[in-house]
């Protein structure tokens, strides 16, 4: 039973992503699927999720490639990958929910939360000043690559 609704979850995941529903997500239809509800990708990501994926390098990926691909226990290619795994590991209501939040915190909207929007949220929201320190710890706590901002991705992963 619970092979069963895994298998279940792993074909609905694969249909979110197959468009044209021929059986195999390409790159336009990947790029489109991660960014419908506002993500970011570049297309570079794009192709080197297509290829780390596209076992029999046809440059597409199979319902077989993409179940190994998600299954996968291989650390260095899940956190590689980090984009395209937290995107089709939330429900529909997950990722919208989480959008929504990240939106609110990106006070510039350039797709990254900055120690000046927490502040400037915070002041908005509830009228208390936080300080240049307390807002770089709270950056700190979600900022996984050490850039100094806080990108969907680490937001969604640390929040779940």
Known sequence: MLEKLKMEKLW??????????????????LRYSM???GGKVTDEEVRMIIKAADVDSDGR???????????????????????????????????????QWFRLLDVNQNGFITAADYQKYILTNYGKKVTDEDAHNFIKAFDVDCDGQVSYDEFVKLTR
Do not use: C, P
């Open 12 to 29: 609905e995941m694969f249909r979110s992503h197959d468009i044209d529903r021929n059986g195999f997500i390409n790159e336009q239809e």
């Open 35 to 37: 960014t419908r509800d």
């Open 61 to 99: 990926i199979s319902h077989n490639e993409f179940a190994k691909f998600i299954e996968t226990d291989n650390i260095e290619k899940v956190s590689m990958f980090g984009k395209f795994a937290t995107d089709v590991t939330l429900s529909w209501d997950e990722k919208k929910e989480m959008i």
